[in-house]
Every structure is written in structure tokens, then in C-alpha cells.
């Protein structure tokens, strides 16, 4: 396996000019300065560096060497692919740029030609290099961090580096590092997949601008984060380009939506900033997330030696839903014990500036009876004894066997302090509030991947489309012409008429409601009476996209006499169009309305869209989104993450609405692209919830235009 | 004035044992330490220590002496208090605990009235000491700041250590700092107050957990926000106490959305931790406000050497509502013209890891031509010159007189250039994400500030109730007593009926509907007739707060017998209950409905609610709130903040509501407690708004008790 020779090489050979100052110089310095021995160099010249002989050829070295450093000129990237696969080089760190990144597309794909022939796996070109701690193997030109449990991938060399050098400077230990630059071989999908089974890797840090295979990345990412926590820093807005693509109901969330959804659906943690993404790797990397004993509504002990910054520490915990509960009155009367009366038995538990080493370590164990998890402050002033708080805090937490974090706080005096919390595994972050954020985060993984509908989510990747790459370009091209053509007013032929449309979601096991279609105002009365006044009547036509604008809706019609006229103005109305007839449905009144839609994502293929009707969507854009299919739980949770759901729950005397077969009826829509892959795009809206049961009141469906059968 | 003698003392007495190890020996070396000369120990061993001469009293000294810093024993402060006061002590920091702080309330009323008898105004006690750099004054436990444009004023001397102490490490400059502890005296409006016109002070930063006298702090905040930048946290939840106090639709929102208000409201920017507090006041110190040029939208460049972080930059930016626009085609021409080919000129403009001090330097002035703002980023690696490119961004900001921000990181191998930037006033952050928040805030500021309605805003002090203080508690305990006895459903003598409430709203300039009140069928048909059908009918009686639910409401009510027959059903529904008559009103329909609501907050008096009526209220929360009276545009605002805004404007067709009539009634309404202060509560839910005016339709009011005319 080639990653295995990437972070695990037997040789390595430094490729390039070595000369001083010269980027092979410096790379080639870090790597013996790291300590790792089996390091060559080559060059036309034949010159070595530091410890490592010069050849003119990898051949030459007459050593084992598993993997190669390009450092070369762009043009010769290839010519050094080919010596060192002659070489037996099997995988190669290529740093040198000028590909596609500047637009040089055809180097680029030689440089892939040549490492196929050879069998060499690559990361790069335009890349940072590597790092492992274990085997002291630093072939990057960024900080070497201290060896930890901590692996991060970065498409970014720049950010990678910051994380290394922040581990440097904060504590935090690297296991590997791969920065994968223009992705032309291996990218986050192919690390995801190798650090999910390495025992050197407790926690994995991603940062990704985009994934081209949407569902392959959701895959390796449920994997490996069903071992090992996954945090995930997705940058970068999708191009307008894809942004145009996307579909009606799609875009109403945008692009990034789906990224999210994508993340969260396969227990990755997403992060927006690289300090939460630090701060998050080192809570994991210190603290078992399996400590977490109550992980919804995590209840958190605030001890603190000085007032204001645990009310600040309390108050971020409560605002991002910690419960932050005062200790029982049993646990008081213990604390009240030891601890003298000027001390605040309240959570946040205030041991103020005269907080001893014993009274952080008895406050601690006591706390730790009745709460999930412990943050301890330590405000020192320059002539605290900081250190000595720390042991008192580190004791407790092994005692205790509860998660405890510390923020001890400000950084140069509790520097020595720091440094002792973190060798005895309790993580120090730099403020209270930072502390309580990556609490809540790892409880919220805890909780994700306890939950026993796990397995449930397996079946979820065999149900995605089988030629799924090109195909969802193909209809993300589809959609947007249709977008298009319906923009113009002209030609939709993709677009299903209601009256086949409404047959065909009843076929699929979708409630629909009783319904006639009508070309004539006699067929519409005998219609009417069929379904039974009070009715609803609405035009049917491949020209309008908006009924009522067009008056062609007639609600509350009571008699024959109504239906007459009804269908009449309708068709009046309508004049100069290409007019089909009506549809009749029984008038409902009063029933929440709720919309599902179903959109194409370039990326991820067909993702689904929740949300109640009207202005909630189309104005306070209160939706919820999935890439498709739901499982019942997700469809669960889609239903209930709305705002709006009390609504549905039953408010001000109305009944509550029939959520079961509403999350019923989701799970089974959320699938039909899967049976039909010609659909491009679907909306159900509204769909009227009564007490018991629902039914679609309104759908437009797209499907692909070659395709015209619905089944 | 004694805060002047505080800061600026001629003489300083530190009273209390200065025995090495003691409390008075730390301060007393804090202060030596500091370079502050004229200082004297007084004890009754009359010890001296470090440089200072001791002495049995303060009396004996025989130098002028202004304040004094006590550190003695709880029991002596008060005796302490009046030998100072016989040596001319005019101010005193009382760093000694055990006073209210655990309950010990005799005893710092004691300490106040010693204080007061000698004139001696101080801070404290249990505080943690104040700083003045300028005069080398450093009577505090807190880290010694370097000296700056910074002013800390904090009720939780810890936060306040935390930022002085990373003053000093991340280089800001502080020029006053006092931490007033107990607040027995001075507290942060007295700070505010003085530090309005403190010349050595640029930036004001606040900590404070609450405020006794609401509209007296948004005085001195709108004072001193008028002048210079003041930058608050506001931390703590109100007890639980003062959340029952308020009513029901003030607790919609929260006692922390009165706080919200009352500092948006007078210009203070509010922040929620202290690395936010730290970063804005950096950016203050050291960027003009002035100098955002185009605020509402501030256009943003973002000049890296590395993509990922650039990125990750522009993603927050455009998040928190920056304009990240690409340059325009001609500054993109200039750009070419000096960087190399491989350069992205998109926006972050990238230069790559090649980027220089000239090409730094160029690019900055370049963008400046068309960018109001610019964020420099320089993700460094070890072998990069990074104090070069600081140089290159210092010459382009000086040249250019745009605000520029740096992020150079990561931070121990960018040192020496953070603090190149810092010393020719650019500011450096820890990351972009946090550059590009500050200058967000700032440019809001600068908005705020330069809005012409700044001077609108100087009536409104003078509207308020001038007894406020005690009348305030009052009305608070007033609210809390008719929400129990309605909660309890007894006696209501408080509220007014609809009939007397409506027509106190018309004689006031509240448009209200035609309506009649009838006490019996006939007279309820003659209304009807009067009004002109159909019309609405409603209960009227002061045992029925939920009209609908007992059935006392009838909509649509189209003829004579119609009229009876409702009356009828309406009297036997409340069959038992104090049945006094009907209400009548013109049928209204389809017309938005909002609602506008006034409360009492404890703190800060009247505050007034709006919100869309219905779900988005009572589910969504969808509400805008102010301390009262709003002016025009305050008013505007708050009616345009609420996220369903849109369904005012006008959507899916629907004519747009009357705005004008609408924020002309909420200015209205929101001065109604001040005329009278007898309101403690009142609710218009709803009031129906067309596109043109509008009109309550229904009203709810609780007056004082004592107090029963309207007017």
C-alpha cells in the first residue's frame, strides 16, 4: 500500500537542486534536523547535503528507497518520476508547482501518466510535504510539531502549517501530516480511508475547499469517524458557476448547505475557524469523547478561582445549550465542608483568589459525582502558584475519571501550569468560552455516534445512483437548462403536467388526494360532483408556471353552477395559452402546509429539502436539507430542526399534526431519485398535514429530457 | 474631582500590613516596581518596605497624599477611612474583602458613610486596584501594562487582569485600568463619565455583570460613545428573580435583550468574550474609525500569501457581511502589471508563498485605490523574512491612509514582525477570521456614529419618568403582582376593559377601528347596524383574558339575526363569569397583523416590542425590542430588523403595508409610559396594517393599582 510507503518509507530521496538555500536544501535540512537517517539526495550534480550522499540518479543510491521528494524544476518533474520509479521509488511527495494550479493542466497530467506506469502514488504536485512523528520523518518545509495523536490533512499547505506550528507552540501532538496540494493522486478521501485504521491516529483534522466525489468523501468520512473523531474545516464558496446549477429549493439553502449536511451526515464535526479546529483536536486528543456520560444537555461544573470569567464561561455554555444546573443540595452541604464561606456554592463554583491545590482537587471530586464534565479556571495573577493548582486539577480528573477541561489563563504566567495540565492529559484552552465550545462539540460527536440508528445509515451508500460521477454533472447541466428555458417562458418539456404527475406520485406510495382531470366544463362539473363540493379547480396548462398569478385557481367552488363558471373563467383567463384542462381536488382548509423538494447537487447528487410553506421557505428561508435518501431518523430530526415546528407540535389549540406519517412520507420521497434518476427536480408544495394523515396539494417535476416515461 | 486624584494622586498611602508575603507587601511592591515614587506604608508598626517610608498614620506622613490603597483588616477599613480623611485623602482604592460581597452590608454601609463624612469618593471594596500608565501608578496585583490609548474599566478585577496581562503580550497599550469591585462608590458610570474626556484614553473597554441605573448608564455610555469608541461586555444572566418581573412579552425576549438594546442604543458595541473585547480595542488603538470610508458594506481586500487561510478569510467576512468584491478589471490591469503570472488577482488576491516586501507594498497601494479596507495576511514559515513584508504593508497603509489589519501567524516565528506592524499602528491578529471580525465592528461603529440621527437621539434622555429609581423597583414589583394574580386567574382591578382601553388609545392618536360596546341584543344589533356588517363581536368582561378559548369571540357576523344570536351564544358561554357586554368591530381580513408591545424592565424602565402577530412571536420569537421611547428612525429600524419583514414589504404579490403609518404609530406608542407612568403593561395584539394606515385590533393594558384614572 502506498501511503503505507509514504509515512513509512525504508529510504527516502531528496530530488532537486540541494545547493544552499535552495528549496531542496531547506527540505532536505528538515529532514535530517527531524532525525530520520535513510535520506539521499539527487541532482545532475551528484551533491549531497548535511548527512546525505549525492547520486545523479535514484538508481545509483543502492539502498532501499520507498519514496521520493521532488523538488525539481517543473519541466524535469516527469524525467524524475521515471528514474525513481526505475529506482523502485513507489510513492512520491511532490512539491514543486507551476500545474494545474497555473493553469498547466496538460504537465500535470503527464506527471499522472508517468506515476501510473511506475505504480507510484503521489500527493501533490504544488504541495507542502509530509510529516511523521513516529518515524521522525519531516519532508515539509513547515514547523516539526511535537508526535501526538493528531493527524491533519490539509489541501492547503498554509493552513496545515499553522496548525503544526500552533501544536508547537500550544501543545498539541501530531501523529501525521499531509498536505495534498493539487490533489492530481491522492487526496482527503484516500487519507480518510488510510488514518482510519492507523493506531497511531486518535483524531483526524481535515481541511478541504471542495471534494469532487461527493459520495465516496461521505463514505471515508463515516468510516473513519465511526473509529476516531472527524473535524473538518470546509472553506471556500462553490463557484458561481455551481451556484447557478443548483435548483430552486437547493439554492434556497445554497451550495455550502449541502456540505454541511453532507459533514453532519457522516459524523464528521464541522468547524468554521482554524482555532476552533485547533482547540476541538486537542480536547479529543486529551480526552476519551466516550467519558461524556449524558451527552444531550451535557451537565458542566464551572470551577473557578475569580467571578467575572466563569459568569463569561457559564454564559457561552448556556447559549450553546450546556447544562449548567447549580449542585444539588446534598453535593452544597459537601462542598460547604471544606470549602470556607466566602466561597460561591453556585455554578459557576467561585473558590476565589485564595483557591488552594486542595480546594481545586476536593471541589473537583466532589463535583464529579453529579456532573458530566468538569471546566476548571485558574485566573492567576503573577504571584499564584499556578503549577500548584494544576496538580490539584490533574488529580482530580484521574481520580474523578470525568472529562475535565482548564482554561488557565493569561498564557505567559501559566505557562509552566499549562505544560504540567496537558503531560497529565487535561487539555488547557485559551479562554473559558473556548473551553465550554469544545465541551459541547465532543459531546455532540459522543451523541452521534452512540445512537443506534448507526447501522441504520449503513444501508444509505448502496442506495446512491450507480454511475453517479458524470451522471450528476450531466443533470446539474440538465437543471440548469432547465432553469433557463423556465426563466425564458419558453419550451419546458422536461416538466411533467399535474394530472400525470399526481398519478405518478400515487404509484410511488405518496398520499395524494382525490382528483379529476377535466378537458371540458361538463366533465369538470361531473367531476366536481365525483369528488364532492366543497372543491378546488386549477388550470392545466405546460405554459403557466404560476396558477394564481394567472387566475387560474378557483377555491371553495359549492355547486354545479360554481364549476361551470369556474372552469369557464378559467379558460378565459388562460387565453392565447396552450390550455389542457383543469384538475379538481376536494377544498382543504386550515391544515398546516409543509413542502418537501428534491434538487441535484453537482458534488453530491439528489439532496432533499423540508420545510413548511408559504413565507417560512420563501422568505425566512426556515428549511432543512439532507443529501437523499433520509432515513426515518434523519427524517426525524429534518422535521423537527425547523423553527417553525412548534406549528406542526400544535400551537394555540390547534392539534398536532401527524408527524408519523409525515416522516414516513419524507423517508419514501427522499428516495425517488434513486428509482428514477431522470428526475431533476421535485417539489411537493404544499403538502396539507391533517391530525391523521396528508396529502400533496401541488407538485412540479422536472426529469431529464431524453428520458420521457416515468417508470 | 476625586476620580482625577484616583488617577493622578500627588502623594499614595498604602494602608494595611506590608510584612513581606502580605497583601499591602505585593502592592507596595507592584508600585515601587511601577517607578510611581511618592508612596508611604501606614500601619500600626509603621513598617516600611521596598523604597516607601512607614508610618503608625496616615496624618503623620507630612507630604501631600491624595489616595490611599487599603489592604487592612475588614473590621479596621472604616477607622482606616478617617485618619485618612484627617490627612487629606480624597480618594482610596479599598482592595480589602468581606463586605457585601458575603453579605457583610452593615459593614460597607459603614465604610460609605466614613467615606462620604470625609468626602473621600473610592472604588471598591474587594477590587482588584487601578493602573495609570501615564503616571507610572500601579496600586494593583494585575500584570503592569504597557502604556496605550486603552481605558479598562471592570467589575470582575479578573477580567480585567486578563486583558492587562495580554496587553502585555500581545502588545496594546493601556492607558487607565480600575476595577471598581463592590461598586459601594464609584462605579462604571462615574468611569464612563470621566474617561468621555480623558485625553490620554481613545477606547473605552467595560465589563460589567449589571446596572443599578439603567437610563442613567445609557447616558453616560451615549456621552462618552459620542467621543470615542466604548466597547462592552455585558455577562451574567439576570437572577431569576428579576426574569419573573418582566412581562410577558419583554420575556419573550429576555432581560438580556433590554441590555442589548439599551447598548446599541447608545452607541456602545457589544461584544460576548474577552478575545473579542481584546481584538476590537487593538483594532480602536490602532485604526481611526474615521477612516472606513464607506461603512454600511465596507468593501474588503484581503492580500495573502497563502490560500487556505485567505480563503478561510473571505468566507467569514462575507459572513458577517463584508463586501469580499473581486478588483475591478483596471486594478486588476495595475496588479499584472508588477506580479508575477501565477498570482491569483481574484479576492483574496494571493501572491504565493513568493510574495515579497515590494510586491506586498505594491499590491496594497494598488487595492487601496478602490477598497475601503485592507486584511494583509502572511502565513509564515520559518525561513521566511517576515519583518520585510511587515515593512512593506507599514509603508503601503502610512502611504495609502486606508485602515489596514494584519494577520501574521503563526504566532512564535512571526514575533518580531508582529511587533514591527504594532509599532507603526497596524494592528495584527491572531487569525484573519478575527481581523476581518473587528474590522466589521469597527466600520459599524463608524456607521453608528456618523449617523445624522445622532442628534434625534438627545431628546430621548430627557423624556424619561423623572422619578425613575425607586419607581422603576416599584413598577417592577407592581408587574410581578398582577402576573401572579392572573396567573392565578383572581382579581384583576389593574387591567382595563376593552371598551375604556380603546377609547383611551383613539384619544391618544392610536388609530383604532369604528367599534361600539353593547350590553345587550339590541343594542348589540343597533351597533352592528351602526358599524356596518359584517362586523366582529368579542366578550367583554374582567374574568376573561383568552377571549377565543371561552368562546367569546364571532367572526363574520353578516346580518340583524346573526348579530342576536351571536350575542346570545357569547353570554351563555361565559355563563358564571362577570359578563359586562360585547364589543364590536368592523370585519378585517387579509391584512398583515403585528403587534407592539410596551413592558417595564427593572433596570432600564419602559421598554417597547414589535414583532409580526401570531406564530412569529409566540413560536418564532421574531422580535425587535428598545429600551423606550424609540425615535423615527429607531423606529424604522426596529420594524425592519424582524426577520418576516419581507411579508410587510409585500410578497407573493400582496401590496406593501403602510411603513410610514406603521413606524409613526411605534414612535407613538413607545412614548405612552411617559406621559403615563402609571402603564405597567400594554399590548396591541394585533394591529392590522394595509397598504394604507392601519388600526389596532386588539388592546391589553395593566395600570398601577394605585393609581385607577387613564389620564
Known amino acids: 500500500m502506498s501511503i503505507q510507503q509514504l509515512f513509512y518509507p525504508r529510504g527516502v530521496a531528496v530530488v532537486g537542486s540541494v545547493s544552499e538555500g535552495k528549496l531542496g536544501w531547506e527540505v532536505l535540512r528538515k529532514i535530517v534536523d527531524g532525525g530520520y537517517e535513510h535520506v539521499y539526495a539527487v541532482n545532475p550534480k551528484a551533491q549531497g547535503a548535511f548527512s546525505a550522499p549525492g547520486f545523479k540518479s535514484a538508481t545509483e543510491i543502492g539502498q532501499p528507497v520507498d519514496m521520493a521528494v521532488i523538488v525539481a524544476p517543473t519541466a524535469t518533474v516527469t524525467t524524475v518520476l521515471e528514474d525513481c520509479g526505475q529506482a523502485g521509488v513507489r510513492a512520491a511527495v511532490i512539491i514543486t508547482a507551476g500545474f494545474s494550479e497555473v493553469g498547466n493542466h496538460a504537465g500535470e497530467s503527464e506527471v499522472k501518466q508517468a506515476a501510473q506506469r511506475y505504480g507510484i502514488r503521489f500527493i501533490g504536485p504544488n504541495c507542502a510535504g509530509l510529516v511523521n512523528t513516529s518515524q521522525h520523518l519531516y519532508p515539509t518545509l513547515e514547523t516539526h510539531p511535537p508526535a501526538g495523536g493528531v493527524a491533519v490533512i490539509a489541501q492547503s499547505g498554509a493552513v496545515g502549517g499553522v496548525i503544526t506550528a500552533w501544536a508547537t507552540e500550544f501543545g498539541l501532538g501530531i501523529s501525521k501530516f499531509a498536505s495534498y496540494g493539487n490533489g492530481a493522486d ?120 475569580s467571578g467575572g470569567p466563569g459568569v463569561l464561561a457559564a454564559d457561552h455554555a ?92 493569561p498564557q505567559r504566567i501559566v505557562a509552566e501550569a499549562v505544560d504540567y495540565l496537558q503531560a497529565h492529559g487535561v487539555p488547557n484552552f485559551a479562554t473559558g468560552e473556548r473551553a465550554v465550545a469544545a465541551l459541547t462539540r465532543m459531546a455532540q460527536y459522543q451523541e452521534f455516534t452512540s445512537q443506534a440508528h448507526h447501522s441504520e445509515r449503513a444501508h444509505f451508500a448502496s442506495e446512491e445512483s450507480p454511475s453517479h460521477g458524470t451522471e450528476t454533472l450531466r443533470f446539474a447541466h440538465a437543471v440548469s437548462a432547465a432553469l433557463r428555458r423556465r426563466a425564458m417562458g419558453s419550451d419546458r418539456s422536461g416538466q411533467l403536467l399535474e394530472p400525470q404527475a399526481m398519478a405518478w406520485l400515487r ?97 453530491f447528487g439528489p439532496v432533499v429539502v423540508f420545510g413548511l410553506g408559504g413565507i417560512h421557505t ?48 419524507l423517508v419514501n420521497f427522499s428516495r425517488l431519485p434513486f428509482r428514477y434518476p431522470e428526475i431533476v427536480e421535485l417539489d411537493l408544495n404544499p403538502v396539507f398535514v391533517f391530525s391523521k394523515g396528508l396529502v400533496v396539494g401541488d407538485v412540479r417535476m422536472i426529469r431529464e429530457e431524453k428520458s420521457n416515461d416515468t417508470g
Not at 579 to 591: E, L, Q, T, W
Request: glycine share 8%; charged share 25%; with cysteine.
Open 186 to 305: 491522492l487526496n482527503e478521501i484516500d487519507f480518510l480511508r488510510y488514518l482510519a485504521d492507523d493506531a497511531e491516529t486518535q483524531v483526524v483534522a481535515l481541511y478541504i475547499e471542495s471534494t469532487s466525489k461527493g459520495r465516496e468523501f461521505m463514505r471515508a468520512v463515516r468510516e473513519c469517524a465511526a473509529r476516531k473523531p472527524v473535524v473538518v474545516i470546509k472553506a471556500g464558496r462553490t463557484g458561481s458557476g455551481q451556484r447557478a446549477t443548483l435548483s430552486h429549493t437547493g439554492s434556497m439553502a445554497g451550495a455550502d448547505a449541502v456540505y454541511d449536511a453532507a459533514l453532519r451526515q457522516s459524523g464528521a464535526i464541522r468547524v468554521r475557524t482554524v482555532e476552533e479546529l485547533f482547540d476541538l483536536c486537542k480536547g479529543f486528543a486529551c480526552l476519551d469523547p466516550k467519558g461524556f456520560g449524558n451527552p444531550s444537555g451535557l451537565k458542566v461544573a464551572i470551577v473557578t478561582n
Open 318 to 409: 448556556e447559549e450553546i445549550g450546556l447544562d449548567v444546573a447549580e449542585p444539588s443540595p446534598a453535593i452544597k452541604a459537601k462542598l460547604s465542608e471544606f470549602l470556607p464561606a466566602h466561597c460561591a456554592l453556585k455554578n459557576p463554583i467561585d473558590l476565589t483568589v485564595e483557591g488552594t491545590e486542595d480546594s481545586y482537587r476536593k471541589t473537583l471530586l466532589t463535583v464529579a459525582e453529579e456532573y458530566d464534565a468538569i471546566l476548571a479556571l485558574n485566573i492567576a495573577t503573577p504571584y499564584l502558584d499556578s503549577v500548584a493548582l494544576a496538580r490539584g486539577v490533574c488529580d482530580a480528573a484521574r481520580q474523578s475519571g470525568k472529562p475535565v477541561a482548564a482554561a488557565f489563563l
Open 507 to 603: 404509484e410511488n406510495g405518496i398520499p395524494t388526494p382525490e382528483f379529476r382531470f377535466a378537458e371540458t366544463a361538463d366533465r369538470a362539473v361531473q367531476g366536481c360532483r365525483e369528488i364532492g363540493y366543497p372543491v378546488v379547480m386549477k388550470v392545466v396548462s405546460p405554459d403557466i408556471l404560476h396558477k394564481s398569478e394567472w387566475g387560474g385557481v378557483k377555491l371553495d367552488i359549492r355547486d354545479d353552477a360554481a364549476a361551470t363558471s369556474a372552469f369557464e373563467a378559467i379558460q378565459t383567463s388562460v387565453i392565447g395559452k396552450d390550455f389542457r384542462g383543469v384538475m379538481i381536488y376536494p377544498m382543504i382548509r386550515g391544515a398546516p402546509e409543509v413542502l418537501m423538494g428534491l434538487a441535484r447537487d453537482p458534488q
Open 618 to 665: 420563501e422568505v425566512l428561508r426556515d428549511i432543512s436539507l439532507r443529501v437523499a435518501p433520509a432515513d426515518r431518523t434523519e427524517a426525524e430530526v429534518m422535521i423537527r430542526e425547523i423553527r417553525a415546528f412548534p406549528i406542526l407540535e400544535g400551537t394555540r389549540g390547534q392539534p398536532p399534526c401527524d408527524l408519523d406519517a409525515l416522516a414516513d412520507m
